[in-house]
């Protein structure tokens, strides 16, 4: 018997040549991985989960959303008045310059809130600026680091 064939094969190798070559995510794509926090109406959950929308640590400088997306965000943090401490883990090996730059421009123009886009080169900058760190930012090291 000869199994596989040689042209099942061929056919199984050739297979994803033939899809599209990858695509960046989109920003809507990307927050599908945030809404089981941040909620899809950006609100999160009072007590555990800080909002993103109208949130002062997403509308500021671009540079921090997408440090603390990169990195993740831990220790107590005040977002609309209200405290928080919690844990968000890393985002920023799960998603390319591309993608990190879409979520945060997303959740920049979304729900009311209107910041200014996020770009790759935005992104691959605070990366650079950025890649010794092996924890979650807090609140504090944020702000020193974009004032
Ligand atoms: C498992 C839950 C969880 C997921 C998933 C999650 N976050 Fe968070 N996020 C948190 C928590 C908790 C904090 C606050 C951490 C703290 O208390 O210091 C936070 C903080 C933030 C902040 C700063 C505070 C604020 O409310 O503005 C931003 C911005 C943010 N997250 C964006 C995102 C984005 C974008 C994604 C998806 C790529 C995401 N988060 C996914 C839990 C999560």
């Not at 401490?85 to 799960?94: L, S």
Request: proline share 7%; glycine share 8%; hydrophobic share 45%.
């Amino acid at each position: 018997m000869r199994f596989p064939s040689a042209s099942l094969v061929a056919l199984l190798c050739a297979f994803p040549l033939a899809l599209p070559a990858q695509r960046a995510k989109t920003g809507a794509e990307v927050y599908a991985t945030c809404t089981a926090c941040h909620m899809p109406t950006g609100l999160g959950l009072a007590g555990a989960f800080p909002p993103l929308a109208g949130s002062e640590w997403v509308t500021g400088r671009v540079e921090v959303p997408i440090a603390l997306v990169l990195h993740g965000m831990q220790g107590e943090v005040t977002v609309k008045g209200a405290k928080y401490n919690g844990v968000m883990t890393p985002w920023g090996a799960m998603f390319s310059d591309q993608e990190v730059a879409n979520v945060v421009t997303y959740i920049r123009s979304q729900w009311g809130n209107k910041a200014s886009a996020a770009t790759a080169a935005d992104v691959a900058k605070v990366r650079a600026a950025t890649k010794a760190r092996s924890t979650p930012f807090t609140a504090a090291e944020v702000k020193k680091l974009y004032p």
